[in-house]
């Protein structure tokens, strides 16, 4: 039996297509097969771990039986207390994993045994729910319901991050007939919009035109005081850029489509992020599901940290300080390699000058309009498109390989 990547080519999608047939009949009728919806999981998930990946499906399972024990353990230990040092210490726990798997790289070659798809996108799930559970936000933990919180097959890949409490909200109610012919229909609208994105124009643009502007790049990389500057970077750096966004954006479509058609009304990724007026905006707007699970468990935390602590008096540095750590920490998520870092950090310098350019703004009562929006919107887009740049690991092979 060979394995095969979700969302990579037509057979996945008519096989799965057909198995949700008598889920959609069933929710079409006011029922949702649970025990059928559970199999299909199963089954699906075995084909995506089988063959040659069987490694990595032995690694999920250990991973999961880990990530249970934890949630639960700490499920019965919040009842009867909440010592700080008990929660850090389930907190180190769980990401351990994850970091192992980062960090492997930077001393072998060859991956770690621990690795597996999607592993990244578990941790959020796993951590989120211990966060909650020590906020008392959450207050009880189904076993067999995180189970299936945590290995939900549209997004068990790539995501979108889901939490907890509102994927337990979807998933308890079936909706009524309106509702979910409505989700149906924006299923359907998704499904092929995501088609296009993914395997008409992030075709075209990651397999027709970027391996023809990096080659070119790469024979240019004398240029420019031995940086390779040159028009073909500038080239790869939107090609790149437009690749990344229509390759991902796809992904997540087929993932919020195919959860709609389960009766889950899984968050959006994606909300033309092109559009951005500012850096801060951008990232309202770009892998939200990601954005917004670091803006609430770690940027408002560390804010709350310092402030606490009193760590800086001014507030603006508290804000500064939060911004770092936050980047910083989705660099290192991203991998443990120097242009992940440095991806983190411009971003976290990018907010911060773009607070201080809106302070400057309001302070001399600067104009706003159509023209300054565009202007705006022209210079985020570059801004963002140079940080895909370093993101892509290209400038690595241009200066030292």
Not at 112 to 133: P, W
Not at 174 to 200: C, I, M, N, W
Not at 265 to 292: C, E, G, V, Y
Not at 309 to 330: G, P, S
Request: with cysteine; net charge positive; aromatic share 18%.
């Amino acid at each position: 039996m060979s394995a095969f990547q979700p969302y990579a080519n037509p057979r996945y999608f008519v096989m799965l297509l057909v198995a949700l047939v008598p889920l959609i009949i069933g929710l079409l009728r006011g029922r949702r097969h649970r025990n059928y919806e559970t199999l299909v999981s199963l089954v699906f998930i075995v084909l995506i771990f089988a063959g040659g990946k069987w490694h990595e499906g032995v690694a999920l399972i250990g991973y999961v039986l880990w990530q249970l024990l934890l949630v639960m353990g700490y499920t019965r230990y919040r009842h009867k207390a909440n010592r700080t040092g008990a929660y850090w210490t389930v907190i180190l726990a769980s990401i351990a994993p994850l970091v192992v798997v980062k960090v492997t790289p930077v001393f072998t070659v060859h991956p770690s045994l621990l690795d597996f798809l999607g592993m990244s996108y578990l941790t959020f799930k796993s951590v989120q729910t211990l966060i909650e559970l020590r906020d008392g936000t959450l207050q009880q933990v189904d076993p067999l319901f995180f189970l299936r919180f945590l290995l939900f097959l549209p997004t068990i890949s790539s995501g979108p991050i889901d939490r907890y409490r509102r994927f337990a909200k979807d998933y308890n109610t079936v909706p009524t007939r309106e509702h979910y012919l409505d989700l149906l229909q924006s299923a359907v609208h998704k499904l092929f919009l995501g088609f296009a994105y993914k395997f008409v124009i992030g075709y075209f643009l990651g397999t027709l035109l970027l391996p023809k502007v990096a080659h070119s790049a790469l024979v240019h990389h004398h240029l420019g005081g031995g940086l390779g500057i040159s028009w073909a970077l500038v080239a790869y750096m939107y090609v790149y850029s437009l690749y990344l966004f229509f390759d991902f954006a796809g992904y997540s479509l087929f993932a919020v489509s195919l959860s709609q058609l389960m009766g889950i009304d899984t968050p959006q990724n994606f909300n033309q992020p092109f559009k951005a007026k500012n850096i801060k905006d951008f990232w309202n707007r770009w892998h939200m599901s990601l954005s917004f699970w670091f803006r609430d468990f770690i940027f408002m935390r560390v804010t709350f940290a310092l402030m606490k602590h009193r760590v800086f008096k001014n507030r603006i540095h508290v804000a500064q300080t939060a911004y770092l750590i936050n980047f910083l920490v989705m660099g290192f998520w991203h991998g443990v390699t120097w242009y992940y870092i440095v991806y983190g950090l411009f971003h976290a310098g990018a907010i911060i000058v773009n607070d201080m350019w809106l302070r400057y703004k309001k302070r001399h009562h600067l104009p706003h309009n159509r023209v300054t929006t565009a202007l705006a919107m022209v210079i985020t887009f570059n801004v963002v498109c140079f940080s895909f740049l370093i993101f892509s690991g290209f400038l690595n092979t241009l200066w030292f390989k």
